[in-house]
Nanobody
Framework: QVQLVESGGGLVQTGDSLRLSCKVS????????MGWFRQDPGKGREFVAG????????IYADSVEGRFTISRDNAKNTVYLQMVSVKPEDTAVYYC???????????????????WGQGTQVTVSS
């Protein structure tokens, strides 16, 4: 069973930086495409960023492009989301997710990710 545990969330101010981590256990992490999503109460889960197994490919939502960076360390079974210049609209619960299907492309569709973490709250004050 694949398990994901996020950490690093918290309360920050507009313009601050924050790094989220997601530790993955079970399975073969280096085989998985990984993604970060976020969700506000009452809204659907929104794609934030994705990275392929080798780190050779990344994709981002337009709303975070140039401010957020996704990366991974396969030796540590961990994926990261570096957030800079955060804005109040970045406030949400952030989830990491694993796509274990070994598809050959990155996907923004949350339905394509089979395993999810419990989420970590990020709150940006203005």
């Amino acid at each position: 069973q694949v398990q994901l545990v996020e950490s690093g969330g918290g309360l920050v101010q507009t313009g601050d930086s924050l790094r989220l981590s997601c530790k993955v256990s079970g399975g073969i992490f280096s085989n998985y495409e990984m993604g970060w999503f976020r969700q506000d109460p009452g809204k659907g889960r929104e794609f934030v960023a994705g990275i392929n197994w080798s780190s050779s490919g990344t994709i981002y939502a337009d709303s975070v492009e140039g401010r957020f960076t996704i990366s991974r360390d396969n030796a540590k079974n961990t994926v990261y989301l570096q957030m800079v210049s955060v804005k109040p609209e970045d406030t949400a619960v952030y989830y990491c997710a694993a796509d274990v299907s070994r598809r050959s492309w990155l996907t923004r569709n949350p339905n394509d990710y089979e395993y999810w973490g419990q989420g970590t709250q990020v709150t940006v004050s203005s």
